[in-house]
């Protein structure tokens, strides 16, 4: 398998920590935007700022960040000694980046785009309908988590605990 130089790898780092810098700084980012909600008193406004939300996280940052993160680890995997399954740590960040992506997919997207739909329909009245701020309290919530969790991935890759699984086993 080929490895990467001394030099690639820092690139490859650098790139790795620029995706993750828009994927943790992007998800921050949209729960600040959420705090701009509580002063609206025009539909457009609201509906503005859902846009803002939707924007940010689908085409600027968040999702851009996150395949970048991927792509990059993947990278690492291959291209590095840190491979797949050889550390512990490296298992858990593959475990979080995929489940994080999938839930994001799944969940905080869909409820993200309703939000969207829903103030571009009713305008500042979707601040009272009840699939609306269901939506909201769930990408509120589950947004927050995730940036937590990634967050405490970032904290994974500098202290690295579970070095070497095979080490140990030995």
């Not at 395949?67 to 491979?83: H, R, V």
């Not at 969940?107 to 009713?122: D, F, Q, R, T």
Request: proline share 2%.
């Amino acid at each position: 398998m080929v490895k990467l130089s001394s030099k690639g790898q820092k690139w490859l780092k650098g790139l790795h920590l620029c995706a993750s810098a828009c994927w943790v700084g992007g998800g921050a980012a949209l729960i600040l935007l959420y705090f701009l909600k509580s002063g609206v008193t025009d539909g457009a406004e609201l509906y503005g700022i859902n846009r803002a939300i939707h924007h940010v996280d689908t085409f600027l940052v968040v999702i851009p960040g996150a395949f970048g993160c991927l792509i990059t680890g993947l990278a690492y995997s291959l291209f590095t000694g840190f491979g797949f399954f050889r550390h512990g740590w490296v298992i858990l960040k593959w475990a979080v980046t995929l489940t994080a992506i999938v839930f994001g997919t799944v969940c905080l997207g869909p409820w993200e785009k309703a939000m969207m739909h829903i103030s571009g329909v009713l305008g500042i009245d979707a601040l009272h309908d009840a699939a609306y701020l269901h939506n909201e309290k769930m990408n509120f919530i589950w947004g927050l988590t995730q940036v937590a969790v990634l967050v405490g991935m970032v904290f994974v890759s500098v202290f690295k605990p579970w070095r070497n699984l095979r080490k140990t086993r030995e």
